[in-house]
């Protein structure tokens, strides 16, 4: 995959019938959990600041665990799409659902540790985000579970923790600027807490998928490139 960015865009416009059945089934319903415990968080954890609380601390929490669950059935349709694999929709949705677990405790493990790295500081929360980022990815690919796939994962994130890193920072801030734009604009027209929620989650829905795609594209090539390097060194040996 030469390309990354051209084939996030071509997967995301080309099949969006079949990615937005996978926004509907999978990323809709963990977006609406997560609006529920959170509002509920919020709603019985006491501040003790103006600036920040607690509750803050499990939103983020909350919101990378949500994060790193939610990618995978994107993550497989573009393996497949990749691969040529036929049916393809059908086995995004099963894998999302059979190989879900071990991606959701790995996320709490790391969401964990990310979240801690964000309180003593961002910058370490962000290079343990980047690091293990790419483990689910190498889970899905080779149908292994994400215990089995760490050391490449960890491999591959280490090997391009800057661009990991680049990504990250790129995406959530343009989906930041992106999301202030809207709610500012959507106050102008009503102050209803409903419409400003529905309105935040159509965008997290639209732009998730695509976030997920890119960086399953750009992981593609890095671990190709990791294959080529590997043989290329064992041919010199």
Partial sequence: MEKPLINAWEVYTGKFEKILVLMLTTTLPLLMLHSFITNYIYAITPSYSNVYSFADIYYGLLTLLFFLYAQVPYIQFVYNEYKGVENNLRQSIFSFLTKGFTVFVFACIISTLTTIGFMLFL???????????????ISVFDNKSVWK??????????????????????????ELLIGIFITYQLFNITSSFAAQMITQMTLNILIFPFIVILTTSYIIKWRASLEILDVNVSENS
């Fill in 123 to 137: 910058i370490p929360g962000l290079i343990i985000l980047s690091l293990f980022f790419p483990v689910p990815y």
């Fill in 149 to 174: 796939s760490y050391k490449e994962g960890f491999r591959i994130g280490k090997k391009n923790l800057f661009k990991i890193l680049l990504i990250l920072i790129i995406t959530g801030t343009a």
